[in-house]
């Protein structure tokens, strides 16, 4: 992974692969997710998010993405980056310029998850303007975390329109049964399958995992088991 290092309270961002893998385990990285760090390499919490409702914490992301794109993307024109916006964020003025900027710079380059988390309960359409308003700007659209928070079946349909690719997180179901887990995970495939969207298995952890899903043309792959050595750009 890229690693960029700021002096803004010591976030810096990290570049996670996400994989396509065949029925030989020959990993081929297709993009790359765009993950926040504090100095411990973790997740900076909900401070750092709850700082992406004001003005201040959304202009501080705005430099540190800015940083961090140019790092990743200049000089290396095959590589796609999807960076996270949290439905908060899209209250914010700075924010749609910024994204106007990085799509005007890099075009297809630079892609968008919309995240899981909500601060209050909207009705079911909350985002739809927001989305149809980022498709109109071209970029292209993943739901992050369907199943979790709300990222619901029913929100997902409504933007099928408008969206290229899905993730499922493995996280989600740590305290269910394996069997119970492959339900969830073949329903979200089938359902993607269907629809022609990708499909982003996330929280592989080891090689068996890894096998029980590759070959499979619709599926990608991100997680530890995919982070180690060949992960680095």
């Known amino acids: ?26 990993a081929k990285v297709d993009t790359y997710e765009m993950l926040m760090r504090n100095s411990s390499g973790v997740f900076p919490g909900m401070e750092f998010l709850q700082g992406l409702t004001t003005q201040e914490g959304n202009d501080q992301w705005i430099t540190i ?3 961090s794109l140019a790092t990743a993307l200049t000089n290396h024109p095959q590589r796609k980056i999807y960076i996270n916006l949290e439905p908060c964020q899209m209250e914010f003025d700075c924010i749609w310029r910024f994204l106007e900027e990085i799509h005007e710079q890099y075009g297809s380059q630079v892609a968008i998850e919309i995240t ?18 980022l498709k109109k700007m071209g970029f292209e ?10 990222n619901s079946y029913a929100f997902i349909v409504r933007q099928l329109s408008a969206i290229q690719r899905i993730k499922l997180s493995l996280l989600v179901f740590k305290n269910e049964d394996h069997e119970t887990t492959n339900d969830f995970i073949n329903a979200w495939l089938t359902f993607a399958t269907h629809h022609h969207l990708d499909f982003v298995i996330e929280g592989i952890a080891d090689r068996q995992l890894a096998e029980s899903f590759a070959g499979n043309p619709t599926v990608l792959q991100q997680g530890f088991y995919w982070g180690k050595g060949s992960a680095e750009i």
Do not use: W
Request: charge should be negative; charged fraction near 30%.
């Open 1 to 26: 992974m890229i690693k960029i290092i700021t002096s803004s309270e010591k976030l810096h961002n990290i570049f996670q692969p996400i994989f396509q893998v065949d029925h030989e385990m020959n």
């Open 65 to 67: 993405s800015k940083k």
């Open 116 to 133: 899981e988390r909500r601060e209050t309960i909207h009705s079911l359409d909350y985002l739809d303007g927001e989305i149809l308003r």
């Open 141 to 150: 659209l993943a739901i992050d975390d369907v199943c979790a928070g709300s």
